[in-house]
């Protein structure tokens, strides 16, 4: 079992920077990826970034590409979304979630979600 807790987000100014931060705990010496999406209201969950827990590839979808950076510190178990440039599209509840295998993009191969955390961009 694995839980996940989110947590930074917040109210920001268009152009400014927020840092998301997702803790996880349990069984989580064998995971694969963990990936950050997000959920505007009225909207399908869609992906943002992942990064592989053994060797730290990343994956981005193109509206973070340039903007967003994903790292993970291993030892504290935590993954991190640096988001920069935020425009008010990117407001959304923005969920960390976790998967033992599959695509790392793929929304539905992620197995643990956290509660998410509210991103708002005002423009």
């Known amino acids: 079992q694995v839980q996940l807790v989110e947590s930074g987000g917040g109210l920001v100014q268009a152009g400014g920077s927020l840092r998301l931060s997702c803790a996880a705990s349990g069984r989580t010496f064998s995971a694969y990826y963990m990936g950050w999406f997000r959920q505007a209201p009225g909207k399908e969950r869609e992906f943002v970034a992942a990064i592989a827990w053994s060797g730290g590839r990343t994956y981005y979808a193109d509206s973070a590409k340039g903007r967003f950076t994903i790292t993970r510190d291993n030892a504290r178990n935590t993954v991190y979304l640096q988001m920069n440039s935020l425009k008010p599209e990117d407001t959304a509840v923005y969920f960390c979630?976790?998967?033992?295998?599959?695509?790392?993009?793929?929304?539905?191969?992620?197995?643990?979600w956290g509660q998410g955390t509210q991103v708002t961009v005002s423009s």
């Open positions: 979630a976790f998967h033992y295998g599959g695509s790392p993009t793929r929304k539905n191969d992620y197995t643990h």
